[in-house]
């Protein structure tokens, strides 16, 4: 897959999670620069109290035919940054975890977008470490996988995140909880 594919799958995916959003009710916007955001999400009227999301998506067309693999890159100023704060280049992909407040993974081939709170997420990457933990990449901290198709103790973990597909009500709920407080 090249840049030009990536980019078109990640606009296609934006696209999807964002008419998700609105069909909930929600405003929803791509912030300029996005810096790790993709979409914020709040209530008509109610901009004060926003929702930050990172969307990950995967193609319906996939050469390796793993459509519910993905990953979160790092880059080399990303990398050099979480060193010098003394976090280590290997776990700089947690910076880029805490900026979002969920994440949303789209396989337009089975046509799901998973919902993920950040401590989903977290779940999820140390279960994936123990599958791709020993790549080069992910051992110097280029990225972290987030497939949904592995197995954790006998079960995949799609079915231990049935409740995560295609439920956007999480995101409702936690712009919800930020007007009660």
């Keep these: 897959m090249n840049d030009t594919t990536q980019q078109a799958t990640g606009k296609n995916t934006e696209e999807i999670v964002a008419n998700e959003l609105r069909e909930k009710g929600l405003v929803a916007f791509k912030p300029a620069p996005d810096r790790g955001i993709d979409l914020v999400a709040h ?9 930050n ?9 996939q050469k390796n035919k793993r459509y519910r693999w993905f990953q979160l890159r790092t880059t080399k100023a990303q990398r050099e940054r979480a060193s010098k704060a ?3 280049a290997e776990n ?26 950040k401590k989903e997420i977290y779940e999820i990457i140390l279960h994936n470490k123990q599958v791709y933990g ?10 972290v996988e987030m497939d949904l198709d592995i197995e954790v103790n006998g079960r995949p973990l799609t ?13 409702v709920e936690a712009l919800q909880a930020q007007r009660s407080n």
Excluded: M, Y
């Excluded at 209530?43 to 929702?51: H, M, R, S, V, Y």
């Excluded at 999301?53 to 067309?61: C, E, F, L, S, T």
């Excluded at 020993?134 to 990225?143: A, I, P, S």
């Excluded at 079915?159 to 995101?171: A, M, T, V």
């Design 92 to 117: 700089a992909w947690k910076n880029k975890v805490e900026k979002c407040d969920f994440f949303i993974l789209v396989s337009q081939k089975h046509q799901e977008k998973w919902v993920f709170n």
């Design 43 to 51: 209530f008509p009227g109610d901009p004060e109290n926003l929702i």
């Design 159 to 171: 079915s231990l995140f049935e409740k995560n597909c295609n439920n956007f009500d999480p995101i």
């Design 86 to 88: 003394g976090l280590g």
């Design 53 to 61: 999301i990172q969307i990950k998506g995967r193609g319906a067309v």
């Design 134 to 143: 020993n790549r080069t990449d992910n051992k110097e901290g280029k990225q």
